[in-house]
């Protein structure tokens, strides 16, 4: 992965090169997706907003398409602190893929990821990390939903309604690990170095503070109230495609335990009876002999099936096999839990003694949890060597 990156760092090579960040340093991670407009006005209000004290060094991960790490670099030379640019020739993980980038590059104690379109007040930034050493907190969230704070900045009801939804959604979906967030779809966060443990992080799109939150687990919370501003310059980024990805980000989220994993392969499975059934009807009404059909048309389910385990339960665990190898895989044992089937029953009804229906449903609960075993093991089972190299850097 990293081969596609390119690091400029940028301001004075000096302040560059002084790794060992004070106590309280400050890594200020800022996704940029063509923002040309916005970035010098930012980097401005930071320079105005930013305590001598406080030691902070800004970088932005960006995605870019026109000319915003041209504009960085040069508005860089009138701040005071470091500006580096990431630049990422594919933006793997959209915005939270961005920022994961950054903390595993992030050298402050502290990482404060906000977007660069100035809806997130920069002031703040010092407010957080100040609240952070405060209370003792290790995630500190910028909230629109507690008092003094406010989503003025929303574009439109249908905006408002649909962020309302989604975090009780999520809310509801994580209760234990989302208490005390008031605003888990907040992009405006502080959190300490320490706790962020990025080789666990595989975020999807925008909810990068839901991944943190779910996935590391931060001991302590608290939360600062924030005015969601209007955008300074340029539209949202956000998507149709987003709000499915976010979808999608839940299901992977809830379904990190094995027992979910687990209930969610038995429920598609479940679900791959319809197209299976559906195109036996097809080809047995075409004209297909029915021994033929079944066979053809257990494909269809399993194709069904290796979709919605595909996208649903193993997202996280796709790049290390190309498709074709994952999909013939997991047919290849799809179909012998079929033909595993037979031999079982007829085992169980001959030396146990079982009469037929029981000897089934004990036959299909067995090859059901072989074959969640195999799936897992032979078709999505992450190859530590890969995790390490990536997490190298
Ligand atoms: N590097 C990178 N890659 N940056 C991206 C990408 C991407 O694919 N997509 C968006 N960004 C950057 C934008 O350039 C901006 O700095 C920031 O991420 C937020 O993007 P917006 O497009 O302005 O998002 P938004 O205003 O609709 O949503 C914001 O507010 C929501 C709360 O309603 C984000 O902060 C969301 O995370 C947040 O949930
Ligand atoms: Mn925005």
Redesign the pocket.
Known sequence: MSEDLWTRALGDPAVESAEVPAPGSVTLI??????SG?VRELLRRLGESLPAHLAVEVLF????TDDTPEVIEKAARDCAFPVDVLH?EQ?VG??G??VVEGVKRAAGDWIVVM???L??PPHLVPELVGEGERTGAQLVVAS?YISGGS?AG?AGNY?IAV?RGATWLTKGLFPRALRGISDP????FAMRRQVVTAEVLTPLG????LELAVRCRPAKVAEVPFV?QE?FAG????TAKEGLRFLAHLASLRTATRLSRMAGFGLIGLSGFVPNLFALWLLTGAGVHYLPAEIVANQAGVLWNFVLIETLLFRDRRRHRHWADRIGRFALLANADLLLRIPLIALFVTRFGLSVLPATALALVTTFMVRFAATEALVYLPRTGAKHRRAAR
């Open positions: 800022i996704p940029t997706f063509n923002e916005n991960v960006d995605d870019s990422r933006a959209g915005l893929g961005a977007d660069a379109d809806q997130h629109r989503r929303l905006r962020s779809m907040s992009g405006f925008y909810k990068i503070l969601f955008r539209e949202s980024k956000s």
